[in-house]
């Protein structure tokens, strides 16, 4: 290195500072995208809380006892939902990285939170029997909305907290 900070490589001279410089203004920009994925990727609050208030209105409804067909058009009704909730999310999105979003962690979160959310609504169903139906289903209700919203902040974050990672790796490689 010379006296002005600059090193000679190859013949080439190059100057420390301005390769600091270049660095960052591509850096920057790559942890802009990063940060917009991981604050898309779990929807917000909005999101959360609207899905759980769903299976809420859901599971505290099968308290009313319908009959068969009424169980198998609220349940017709509650998929339409989630499925719109999903489509009116994934279009709103302004980020589209290939590959970057769904990896194993995320099927892993997805299976995590459905065997999670799934063993409590049947748990607090069993447990809650003993009631009147009305009482137990806003119990089984409550119970598993809350363990849903508990589950997801964390979950989200443990599934997209590999992209930066990922892409660090990736320049570290090059």
């Given at each position: 290195?010379?006296?002005?900070?600059?090193?000679?490589?190859?013949?080439?001279?190059?100057?420390?500072?301005?390769?600091?410089?270049?660095?960052?203004?591509?850096?920057?920009?790559?942890?802009?995208?990063?940060?917009?994925?991981?604050?898309?990727?779990?929807?917000?609050?909005?999101?959360?809380?609207?899905?759980a208030?769903?299976?809420?209105?859901?599971?505290?409804?099968?308290?009313?006892?319908?009959p068969?067909?009424?169980?198998?058009?609220?349940?017709?009704?509650?998929?339409?939902?989630?499925?719109?909730?999903?489509?009116?999310?994934?279009?709103?999105?302004?980020?589209?990285?290939?590959?970057?979003?769904?990896?194993?962690?995320?099927?892993?979160?997805?299976?995590?939170?459905?065997?999670?959310?799934?063993?409590?609504?049947?748990?607090?169903?069993?447990?809650?029997?003993?009631?009147?139906?009305?009482?137990?289903?806003?119990?089984?209700?409550?119970?598993?909305?809350?363990?849903?919203?508990?589950?997801?902040?964390?979950?989200?974050?443990?599934?997209?907290?590999?992209?930066r990672?990922?892409?660090?790796?990736?320049?570290?490689?090059?």
């Open positions: 290195m010379d006296v002005e900070g600059e090193a000679v490589a190859v013949g080439a001279p190059v100057n420390a500072e301005q390769a600091w410089r270049d660095l960052q203004r591509i850096r920057v920009p790559q942890e802009r995208v990063y940060d917009e994925v991981e604050r898309s990727a779990s929807g917000g609050p909005r999101t959360t809380y609207g899905t208030g769903l299976m809420w209105l859901f599971l505290a409804a099968q308290g009313l006892e319908p068969p067909w009424g169980v198998a058009l609220a349940a017709v009704a509650y998929l339409a939902l989630l499925a719109w909730m999903v489509v009116t999310h994934t279009n709103r999105g302004r980020v589209r990285l290939h590959h970057s979003r769904y990896d194993w962690r995320s099927l892993a979160t997805f299976a995590g939170g459905a065997v999670l959310v799934g063993g409590v609504t049947v748990l607090t169903g069993r447990l809650a029997q003993p009631l009147e139906p009305l009482a137990g289903s806003v119990i089984q209700a409550t119970a598993a909305a809350a363990v849903f919203v508990l589950f997801v902040g964390p979950a989200n974050r443990w599934a997209t907290g590999t992209l990672g990922r892409g660090a790796g990736a320049e570290a490689g090059r």
